[in-house]
């Protein structure tokens, strides 16, 4: 790794996060609190919508744009950070981490083993960090070439518009549970046959919530709400997906190697967390829908962290870093997503 004062680094990044941490509070309460009002909202307004397109079509696309945003809302800003434990503190069991299920068919449970622990711990390790490419794209000479990387672009837009359904099999697929013979020296905290049947579960209840029940609720209107919800899925789907992918995916993100994170110190972590990650500039807004993985590197830093803090703190992130020349990777969304093309393309190839 570079010659950079871990141990000064880390003090310094702590003393960010400790002074932000006794800061949160009723503010933070009021906040999510909101998101969640304002969610519901979007939801019921947009069901309803729904159902009077046959009135005027512009009701149903505003229905299809309202449901999507409470979609996006509930995966990125709310059941995103209330599972990384985010607002734990406000024991309110709808808030909790343990106890938080969120609208898609991804098991919270399952989430929490590989995201939160492997993802956040073993950030771009190599071999380790089982979110790097998803197992289905090489973004990195790390991995060998292999002919179906020739047309990983359309692999990429296929997960993108299936990502729920990725981000759900992630896990049965680093497994091995149903194709292929699982890897030597690897012990899956839970038996195959309870990783098939959660997914299953969580799986099955989201298609007959959103292709069944409220369909066959509309009545006549049947083909309306059940367009309606596909189309919102697909929208939150490609959202979600670009948003990570920009966090993580640019040209600019780097990979790190097992033998080199032996013994890794907290500064050394910190400084792998910021240069396996991106940021994306934007209006408070913006930020709120990406659940605020527009600081990805804030994100990376402190997971537990009120993700509405993320842009108080990057400023005197960004700081720091430019103190021990570490560079802060962050851009426009145009030139991030961008650089994510770019790099899926670049590594179709030998």
């Not at 998101?35 to 229905?63: D, N, Y």
């Not at 024991?91 to 106890?99: A, G, R, T």
């Not at 966090?247 to 396996?276: A, I, M, P, S």
């Not at 994306?280 to 829908?289: A, D, M, N, P, Q």
Request: glycine residues 6%.
């Amino acid at each position: 790794m570079k010659n950079i004062n871990y141990d000064m680094l880390a003090s310094e990044l702590d003393a960010i996060k400790m002074d932000t941490l006794g800061k949160v509070g009723q503010q933070d309460a009021d906040y999510i609190r909101s998101v969640v009002r304002k969610q519901r909202v979007c939801e019921w307004s947009g069901r309803i919508l729904l159902m009077l397109g046959f009135i005027q079509p512009l009701l149903w696309v505003a229905g299809v744009l309202l449901l999507a945003l409470a979609k996006i809302l509930d995966n990125m800003e709310i059941g995103h950070n209330v599972m990384h434990g985010q607002y734990d503190w406000m024991n309110d069991k709808q808030l909790n981490s343990q106890h938080y299920e969120w609208d898609i068919a991804c098991d919270g449970q399952s989430w929490h083993r590989v995201h939160n622990f492997e993802h956040h711990t073993y950030t771009n390790i190599i071999g380790k960090d089982r979110d790097f490419g998803y197992g289905l794209l090489r973004l990195s000479d790390d991995f060998k070439w292999r002919f179906k990387n020739v047309w990983q672009f359309f692999t990429y837009i296929n997960l993108s518009v299936l990502f729920q359904w990725g981000v759900s099999y992630h896990e049965l697929a680093a497994e091995r549970v149903f194709i292929g013979k699982k890897k030597e020296n690897r012990e899956g905290l839970v038996s195959h046959s309870t990783l098939k049947q959660r997914f299953f579960s969580k799986g099955a209840r989201q298609l007959i919530k959103d292709y069944a029940i409220f369909p066959l609720l509309a009545g006549p209107l049947f083909l309306w709400v059940l367009a309606g919800n596909l189309v919102a899925n697909l929208i939150r789907n490609l959202w979600t997906s670009t948003i990570i992918f920009c966090g993580h995916f640019t040209e600019e993100t780097q990979t790190f190697k097992q033998e080199d994170c032996v013994n890794e110190t907290q500064g050394q972590w910190y400084y792998r967390q910021v240069l396996g990650s991106s940021n994306i500039k934007g209006s408070h807004w913006f930020h709120v829908l990406t659940g605020h993985l527009s600081c990805q590197i804030e994100h990376h830093l402190f997971p537990d962290m009120p993700s509405s803090r993320y842009q108080e703190v990057a400023p005197q992130v960004q700081a720091v870093l430019k103190k021990h020349g570490i560079d802060y990777h962050t851009g426009s969304f145009f030139k991030q997503y961008t650089s994510v093309l770019k790099r899926i393309i670049r590594y179709s190839f030998k």
